[in-house]
T-cell receptor
Framework: AQSVSQHNHHVILSEAASLELGCNYSYGGTVNLFWYVQYPGQHLQLLLKYFSGDPLVKGIKGFEAEFIKSKFSFNLRKPSVQWSDTAEYFCAVSSTGSARQLTFGSGTQLTVLP | KAGVTQTPRYLIKTRGQQVTLSCSPISGHRSVSWYQQTPGQGLQFLFEYFSETQRNKGNFPGRFSGRQFSNSRSEMNVSTLELGDSALYLC?????????????FGPGTRLLVL
């Protein structure tokens, strides 16, 4: 069974600071990786996703993530955060195969101080 | 295009009762998935429907059931409610539900069981 770990439960940063949120997954086969974001009072929405190819993927709002297969990691990064990035961030994985479900990490609450 | 809609948005029930939640996917989307979100367990997959057939089921008791109609709308039913069923229930839709597709989430139905 696949699993996802997000070790940072709550991150507090000041505006303009750089961000890196950790995500590690456990699965022996080929995986598809996603980062979703949930802004206060809003729906879960996709930030970016990775299937194959260039391990550095860019998403919306200046976010990017790097897939490191040897470390089973898919960390989310942003060079300079804004107050509007305050939200909960979820890493998720789906396996390439018959399973049609997303397995989510526990989420990281990011608070950006103005 | 209208997004995923869920009704009702809020529900209060008592233990032992049953509840039905509804989800209307994005027009053209034929796959609908349901997730339960709680502070303790995070986001957990319940089940996925495609063309009125349940294709995948998460690790939840049989009290949790669902169905999908020919217009792709889906309902989720929880019978004999328990206090621990209090949660945000999210519905997500995608075109065909393949593992690489983006799932689009609705706003959720917040269920409180007293």
């Amino acid at each position: 069974a696949q699993s996802v770990s997000q070790h940072n439960h709550h991150v507090i940063l000041s505006e303009a600071a750089s961000l890196e949120l950790g995500c590690n997954y456990s699965y022996g086969g080929t995986v598809n990786l996603f980062w979703y974001v949930q802004y206060p009072g809003q729906h879960l929405q996709l930030l970016l996703k990775y299937f194959s190819g260039d391990p550095l993927v860019k998403g919306i709002k200046g976010f990017e993530a790097e897939f490191i297969k040897s470390k089973f990691s898919f960390n989310l990064r942003k060079p300079s955060v804004q107050w509007s990035d305050t939200a909960e961030y979820f890493c998720a994985v789906s396996s390439t195969g018959s399973a049609r479900q997303l397995t989510f990490g526990s989420g990281t609450q990011l608070t950006v101080l103005p | 295009k209208a997004g995923v809609t869920q009704t009702p948005r809020y529900l209060i029930k008592t233990r032992g009762q049953q509840v039905t939640l509804s989800c209307s996917p994005i027009s053209g989307h034929r796959s609908v998935s349901w997730y339960q979100q709680t502070p303790g367990q995070g986001l957990q997959f319940l089940f996925e429907y495609f063309s009125e057939t349940q294709r995948n089921k998460g690790n939840f008791p049989g009290r949790f059931s669902g169905r999908q109609f020919s217009n792709s709308r889906s309902e989720m039913n929880v019978s004999t409610l328990e206090l621990g069923d209090s949660a945000l229930y999210l519905c997500a839709s995608s075109l065909t539900g393949t593992p690489r597709e983006t799932q689009y989430f609705g706003p959720g139905t917040r269920l409180l069981v007293l």
